[in-house]
């Protein structure tokens, strides 16, 4: 009876107060407590876990399924007992996103520890966790290429920030407004030639991340082009007691099939190799350059 209040009543309620000026963003910010409880609890050092499994740190890139990878070992680790805590999807929420990354996740002073959690997905090294051979690693990548013209097109689709502040979201709503206007291939040399450090975060990770004994390095691409056996090396690695129904769950969700591409959708095209399939040869022969010690680093 509970559920069905909060669905059909309390969430129906909330929607519609959350356009009215002042009242919406009491309820923009209630919604935001009330799905991330457990990282408001961490963060005040309030939650407590008795499980004594080692803690899990889940690092990757933007626009290599951060988010379908993040929802599934989300319900693998929390059959588990162990707790999930997605600091980055708190923070972006809030509004506060670019700063906690740019301050390479050290902003706040977060209590992390090394049994009973499941931290994740980062986008980029988080420099603040303070010694990262004590968890166990995941570490997912895609090739850069593609995640760059991935990245163009995510300006059609992702959502704003629920609680970013009336200047900050005018100022991104007039930097997609100037993308959009851009080719995908003028967009892809201007980010190359940015100081965005897109390709800083495969450096780092491979200096900090790569090699070491409690890590385990996974591709995008094979990930998306045969899920069963990229999924059996993830489970194998997390050595964690999970439910033949649940894998089968996961199995059966993992779609990774487009009948046709929309760019104003989240998953729009998810096939390897989209940047041969969207830029110019020139294009490509810049952004392969650009790209080429990054490549070889990871062997794509």
């Known amino acids: 009876m509970k559920d069905k209040i909060i669905k059909y009543i309390l969430h129906p309620a909330a929607e519609w107060t959350s356009r009215l000026p002042l009242l919406g963003q009491a309820i923009k910010r209630w919604k935001i ?3 991330y409880a457990i990282e408001r609890q961490v963060l005040k050092e309030k939650h407590h ?3 004594t499994r080692r803690s899990i740190l889940f690092f990757t890139v933007y626009k290599a399924g951060s988010s379908f990878l993040g929802s599934f070992m989300k319900k693998i680790t929390d059959r588990a ?3 999930s805590v ?3 999807g708190y923070f972006y929420q809030l509004g506060l996103g670019g700063q ?3 301050n390479g996740r050290v902003m706040v002073n977060v209590p992390y520890r090394t049994t009973g959690y499941f931290y994740g997905p980062f986008r980029s090294l988080n420099r603040g966790v303070p010694n990262y051979d004590d968890y166990k690693i995941i570490l997912v990548l895609r090739d850069p290429r593609d995640v760059i013209v991935s990245a163009y097109y995510s300006i059609y689709s992702h959502i704003m920030p629920t609680l970013e502040g009336k200047e900050k979201r005018q100022t991104r709503v ?3 407004k100037r993308l959009r206007e851009l080719s995908v291939d003028e967009y892809v040399i201007e980010k190359l030639n940015s100081d965005s450090h897109f390709l800083d975060r495969y450096y780092e990770y491979h200096k900090v991340l790569m090699g070491k004994p409690n890590v385990l390095f996974l591709k995008y691409e094979d990930m998306v082009t045969d ?3 990229w999924l059996d090396r993830l489970l194998a690695f997390l050595d964690l007691d999970v439910a033949p129904g649940l894998i089968a769950e996961i199995k059966a969700g993992a779609d990774f099939k487009v009948s046709s591409e929309n760019i104003y959708k989240h998953k729009r095209q998810v096939t390897p190799g ?5 830029l110019k040869p020139e294009t490509i022969d810049i952004l392969n350059n650009k790209t080429a010690e990054v490549l070889k680093l990871y062997n794509y």
Do not use: Q, S, V
Request: aromatic share 8%.
């Open 100 to 102: 906690w990354e740019r």
């Open 274 to 278: 989209d940047h041969k399939r969207k």
């Open 33 to 35: 407590n009330r799905r």
């Open 49 to 51: 876990t008795a499980c």
């Open 174 to 176: 007039n930097r997609r």
């Open 86 to 88: 997605d600091l980055d």
């Open 81 to 83: 007992g162990i707790a």
């Open 227 to 229: 899920f069963g056996p």
